[in-house]
């Protein structure tokens, strides 16, 4: 792994302050990790032939160079895309939450979506912002100019989670507000009914958008890492339990497990893009699903 | 139940400790900020009943292991009889405390009632058990008394020293093996308890000093031939006992187990043992399967030979166990009147003569099997011999290898018979001592016949008996004369007949004194009167006993007899006429040192007689064996008077006449250990009550120059059956739960440890504390894993999830 991959570690993230170098050192230690990948070709900072290699459409194979170097180069290399991206960031009280005192859920969204908003403008691609709680709360309208990414970076910065959350009705409220076909990615812990999502999800599919969770957990959500006897709060309505950690965990695993499966099973009923995250997870994961997304719409 | 470290159950309060440990050292719950709290949420109800059933039963394993721990070192015991019993109690108490603790668990937990109420139920069915059990137990009469294995004890040490005893096996024979156990047993007993060395010898036992005293005790144990019952020896240890005051009485009983020792014992004792809590262990020094060829009490024909007639001796010779052949001998010694003499503390006797020798092969077998042997004894001179049956070879048992006898050869016993003229005699003569075996010098009795004579002037004391055959009224000087005579130990024969009268018979009070009872008059009866037995143990009849009833008397009609009335208290009625059950016919009267024998009709009547009708067929009538026999039999007892039973068993008080001017009045008896001993006549007779070891007993003294007699005494046949008793037959007497047999060191330990401390339940109870905490251990470990490893396992559960 080179020094530039590395940044795509949490850990080694929250050494860097500046959201915008962040996003920066994301995407670059993201993209330096695809050199041999199918992905290239969505770059517009790669060098203009490359060796063919398996995978690569043979429509873009250069003839001319070919003819000359009795070699297969493909010379494809600047996309022409009009796709509209909106990040839309969960503020509720629950995403402040980390257990190891590092990035909370928060945090590692915004860092995700700091790097994604990065590509996007790269890509000059319009990217927007959408926050949210129990409504919307603040929406950066989508532009592709360099300048929107510091818009985005800044306003990113600013954001605290506190309160409660109603995220059925935030996306239904901004399924209604979008007027043009638009790729949304949400970036919640989508601690609440699920129910009332699906349908809004399935909205804004119905609006011919297309959506990517990013479903935000804190490692200890996942692992429910605890022992002895712990008295449990929630964040948001402060309601405790006292429990033995130690005799819960399976069961909680279990749990977070059916509670996750559901979330994929009905997404990939609905056509939307699931993807399951916890704060001590690589962000290529994130990113490499975006791109995944971008291609099938291009 | 008992405890050998009572004091240790206390150690059952630190049964606490883990209850404090729960209560009061219960973590207090760490605040944690936990967004996704639904989701433990949903299953907080189930798992917290789960987890406090856990709880429960964690702190239960933690309890019982306590518990379990304190009641193993506190050696809990109980007697092995209801040790089945406390292992059942205490499965139900573990089972009712579980139930108890799920019960408690569902109650708390909310669980449906039904199920809590069924578990109620179950507990106080257990409860209900434990009651029953317990009850059974207190209640259990059989039970023994159990405690301290040091404590000191009451012991008494039986030896059965039997001469089986001294069976032989690998160079140690039975006796010497069980003073070996014995001495390691003592070591073995607690210091200061009183200890008694019994065996079958009928000596006073009191309790030994020390336990050196009791070694020494075992130490000169040796074998007893002449023992008392072994039940004799068990009640004295009893009696012994039940002086002490210590708790624990034990006996201690080696036996070789062999039936015959134990047929005395009466399953009485079993209860009074039971009553008095006496403790028996039973060592078994036997042997599983014994050998042995064994000589039975040899039977002599004749004692007494008389010239040159001979006489039979006759041996059973019995077989236990492996083929074998053995070559038996009739051995008697020369004469020397030199001898006996005791050289260096060893008896020199004659040396012997083979007379015989038999070859006898047994082929295996594992029950007696007897084949008889007969030897024919004769030429021997005149004087007493002592022989011997004796087997050749070797096997374990030697004391029944050799039998001894005593033979006595003399000169025809004189016998003076006095009768009226013209009474034929012969009849009665030649019934006894046929003429030509008085010709050959083998007759037995030598017959001086006085007719109508005067016999006051004769020495009556050189014959053996005095017999009137159909005498004559006889002078009043003749009376007193043959009453001296009999008073002085001589014996008399009468049988009245046709020539005395009655006022003969009647005219003085000493002549009934010397009959036995008084005679009235001359009785007149029909053919249907004959003899009748009044009793078959008398000696006279004792060869009638067999055939039981079946001898024709009847065949022999007696129509005339006198008599007798008034019958003394010192006389005995043999016979006695059918026609009249209260008339004697024959009956012995002892008078002074001597013996009447008076038969009231006539012995020796002739069939044909023309001036009378004869009174009796007896001596005329046809096939007349029983008369023949009754004859022999009646001088065999008039003479035997005068002569000496020469054979004995151990035990048994020796009794020989010895007439003063015929034998010395003093004699030196040499015993068959060597031992020297004074013995004196007192009443014309010595007695010898000192025969408990077998074989020859010589009597040594001077009349006119030394004059050796003697006689053989020998073991009991049954000492020679070594067959073993069957263990039912033990349970039978003893019960079966009320001693412990022991063949060794170990099982002897092991069984005294049984019946003095119980069974022990330190093993089950350390076995229970392993499988307890194994089970905590378990529990333990699953409740409170690493953490480390617990955060493992979930990031593993995470990855399988992102893929």
Redesign the interface.
């Given at each position: 792994m080179t020094a530039v991959e590395s940044y795509l570690k949490p850990e080694v993230i929250t050494q860097i302050k500046r959201l915008d170098l962040r996003a920066q050192f994301v995407v670059k230690g993201f993209l330096q990790g695809l050199h041999a990948s199918p992905f290239q070709g969505f770059s517009v900072e790669f060098s203009e032939h490359r060796r063919y290699t398996h995978g690569d459409d043979p429509a873009d194979i250069d003839w001319l160079v070919y003819a000359k170097t009795d070699k297969y180069y493909v010379k494809k290399f600047e996309a022409e895309t009009n796709l509209t991206g909106y990040l839309a960031m969960d503020l509720s009280k629950s995403m402040g939450f980390t257990y190891r005192q590092e990035l909370t859920k928060f945090d590692y969204s915004i860092c995700l979506a700091a790097a994604l908003c990065y590509l996007m403008i790269h890509q000059q691609d319009p990217v927007g912002l959408v926050t949210f709680d129990e409504k919307i709360r603040h929406c950066l309208p989508p532009k592709s100019r360099r300048s929107q990414l510091a818009n985005v970076l800044s306003h990113l910065s600013q954001l605290k989670p506190d309160g409660q959350t109603n995220i059925a009705q935030s996306l239904g409220q901004l399924a209604a507000m979008l007027k043009q076909r638009s790729l949304v990615m949400v970036f919640s812990d989508f601690l609440s009914e699920s129910q009332p999502v699906f349908e809004s999800l399935r909205r804004l599919r119905h609006g011919g958008h297309d959506v990517i969770l990013f479903h935000v957990l804190d490692e200890s959500e996942v692992t429910f890492p605890f022992d002895g006897m712990v008295e449990l709060q929630d964040p948001e309505s402060e309601e405790t339990l006292v429990v033995e950690a130690a005799g819960f965990r399976q069961d909680y695993a279990t749990q977070i497990d059916t509670f996750r499966s559901e979330y994929q099973s009905e997404c990939q009923n609905i056509g939307v893009d699931y993807v399951p995250l916890d704060t001590s997870m690589q962000f290529d994961r994130a990113l490499m699903e975006y791109l995944l997304s971008r291609r099938s719409r291009c | 139940m008992a405890f050998l470290n009572s004091s240790l159950i206390f150690g059952g309060l630190f049964i606490a400790l883990p209850l404090i440990i729960h209560m009061a050292m219960?973590?207090?719950?760490?605040?944690?900020?936990?967004?996704?709290?639904?989701?433990?949420?949903?299953?907080?109800v189930s798992?917290?009943r789960?987890?406090r059933m856990?709880q429960w039963l964690l702190l239960f394993l933690r309890c019982l292991l306590v518990a379990l721990l304190a009641l193993a070192f506190s050696g809990p015991s109980a007697d092995q009889a209801v040790a089945g019993n406390w292992i059942v109690i205490g499965i139900i108490t573990t089972a009712v405390a579980l139930v108890v603790i799920v019960a408690v668990a569902a109650w708390n937990s909310q669980v449906a009632r039904p199920i809590v109420w069924s578990l109620v139920g179950v507990v106080v069915l257990g409860i209900l058990l434990d009651i029953l059990f317990v009850y059974r137990v207190s209640n259990d009469q059989d039970t023994v008394l159990i405690g301290d294995a040091d404590a000191a004890v009451c012991a008494a040490l039986i030896f059965d020293n039997s001469p089986r005893m001294s069976y032989q096996q690998e160079g140690e024979t039975r006796l010497e093996r069980a003073q070996e156990m014995a001495t390691w047993l003592t070591s073995q007993l607690p210091e200061a308890s009183d200890v008694a060395v019994l065996d079958r010898s009928t000596r006073n036992v009191v309790f030994s000093t020390d336990l050196n005293s009791t070694v020494n005790s075992i130490e000169q144990l040796q074998v007893e031939h002449n023992p008392v019952s072994l039940e004799f020896s068990i009640r004295s240890a009893m009696q012994l006992l039940s002086s002490s005051d210590f708790e624990h009485q034990e006996i201690y009983l080696f036996t070789d187990l062999s039936k015959v020792a134990w047929e005395s014992v009466n399953m009485a004792l079993k209860k009074e043992m039971e009553q008095q809590q006496i403790e028996l262990f039973l060592i078994d020094v036997g042997i599983e399967s014994p050998a042995n060829v064994a000589l039975s009490r040899p039977e002599l024909q004749d004692e007494l030979m008389i010239g040159q007639a001979s006489t039979e001796v006759s041996v059973d010779v019995s077989h236990l166990g492996l083929e074998t052949t053995r070559t038996l001998q009739l051995v008697v010694e020369e004469v020397d009147l030199t001898l006996p003499i005791i050289t260096d503390g060893a008896l020199e006797t004659p040396p012997v003569r083979i007379l015989a020798e038999q070859d006898l092969t047994f082929a295996q077998s594992d029950s007696i099997s007897q084949q008889s042997v007969t030897f024919s004894l004769s030429g021997l001179p005149q004087g007493v011999h002592h022989g011997q049956l004796r087997l050749l070879g070797g096997d374990g048992l030697s004391v029944d290898d050799v039998r001894h006898f005593t033979v006595s050869s003399d000169v025809a016993s004189p016998i003076l018979i006095m009768t009226a003229e013209g009474v034929p005699t012969r009849y009665f003569t030649q019934a006894i001592a046929p003429q030509s075996e008085r010709q050959m010098g083998r007759a037995r009795y030598d017959f001086t016949v006085v007719r109508n004579g005067n016999i006051t002037e004769r020495g009556l004391e050189q014959y053996a008996s005095v017999i009137l055959i159909d005498p004559a009224p006889l002078s009043m000087e003749t009376w007193q004369h043959l009453t001296h005579y009999v008073s002085g130990g001589g014996s008399l024969g009468v049988f009245l007949g046709p020539n005395m009268t009655a006022e003969n018979l009647a005219q003085e009070d000493m002549v009934a004194s010397l009959l036995g009872g008084s005679i009235k008059r001359l009785w007149r009866s029909d053919e249907r009167n004959f003899l009748e037995a009044e009793t078959n143990q008398h000696r006279v009849l004792k060869d009638f006993a067999s055939l039981q009833g079946s001898v024709p008397w009847a065949q022999f009609p007696v129509v005339r007899y006198w008599q007798m009335a008034e019958v003394k208290e010192t006389a005995q009625i043999i016979m006695r006429f059918s026609r009249q059950a209260d008339h004697p016919a024959i009956l012995e009267n002892s008078f002074g040192g001597g013996t009447v024998i008076t038969m009231l009709t006539p012995i020796s009547e002739p069939l044909n007689l023309e001036t009378r009708t004869p009174w009796n067929r007896l001596a005329s009538g046809n096939d007349n064996w029983p008369y023949f026999i009754l004859i022999n039999a009646i001088a065999e007892r008039l003479v035997s008077n005068r002569e000496s039973r020469l054979n004995y068993q151990v035990g048994e008080i020796v009794l020989l006449r010895n007439d003063e001017g015929l034998f010395p009045g003093e004699y030196q008896l040499f015993t068959p250990d060597a031992d020297l001993q004074n013995v004196q006549a007192v009443d014309a007779s010595l007695q010898v009550s000192f025969t408990n070891t077998p074989g020859a007993y010589r009597l040594k003294g001077q009349q006119d120059g030394p004059l050796l007699r003697g006689f053989s005494v020998n073991a009991l046949e049954s000492f020679s059956d070594l067959q073993r008793l069957d263990s039912e037959v033990l349970d039978s007497k003893l019960g079966a739960r009320q001693y412990q047999l022991a063949k060794n060191q170990e099982e002897v330990s092991f069984g005294v440890r049984q019946r003095r401390v119980g069974q022990e339940f330190f093993a089950v109870l350390i076995l229970l504390v392993g499988v307890v905490f194994l089970l905590e251990h378990l529990m333990s470990n699953r409740?409170?894993?690493q953490?480390s490893e617990?955060?493992d396992s979930?990031?593993r559960?995470?990855g399988e999830?992102?893929k």
């Open positions: - | 219960r973590r207090k719950p760490v605040p944690q900020l936990f967004p996704a709290l639904r989701f433990v949420q949903q299953k907080q798992n917290q789960t987890l856990k409740f409170y894993a953490q617990m955060v979930s990031e559960t995470v999830v992102v």
